[in-house]
């Protein structure tokens, strides 16, 4: 193969994220939101309903917390207290602390690894193709998840995960792409990295010198002049193509 390292993105790419997001936050409205209203009296609305109004809030801060003008408190009050006011209800920080605590508590059990993460990682290390995970989050949970959907030490090595919170640098810088090549003994052009995002994963890979493969799972195009060498929708998709290009 013309690789000797893939490496992955975690969230969007070996699971699916937003399945365990819905879920989680159905769980935290059920056990969090529900029993705070019956104590005020109020009548509650659908999950259905609230959760339409949650994303949208998810959305609308989502800019500004990103662009690093809000910490990632106050964005989770944020989107959490404009959906209560939306429906009129009452609700506070400390509600809002309260559901998102459960919420980072819960998050991984809902996690179920992408059908294709097992014979693909298999199927690279038979041809010997060193493995690694470059994530942007926080380190207990996404070593917590990474053990949920069955990585294990066996299957990658624990110098080869890099989780941005325990590095003190994140994707896209190039930072992280170069130090992970090190860790692999690998040049950056012998190293593919596959993730969900493009601003993350695609442009942070690229302009360190790796190929890229986007897993363009939400059908978003790309947003700059960089050029993967190939986009799949699928986990499924990205092995088929791997077979066929080692
Ligand atoms: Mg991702």
Redesign the pocket.
Known sequence: MKWKAVCF?????LYS?EKAFNQSIDYCYQHEVIPFLKKYNSAPVSFEDWFFIFKKNCDRFWGVYNEGTIDVVTYRRLRFEETMHAFGFRTNDSLADRFHQRYDDIIDTFSEPDEALLPLMQWLKHHQIKTGII??GMPQKQYRQLKKIGLNKEMIKKEHILISEEIGFAKPEAKIFIMMADELGEKANSCLFV???WE??VVGAKNAGWEALYLNTRKIPGTTAHEPIHECESLGEVFDWLIDNS
């Open positions: 993105d975690l969230d969007n790419t994220h994530s942007n993730g969900d995002s993350q994963d």
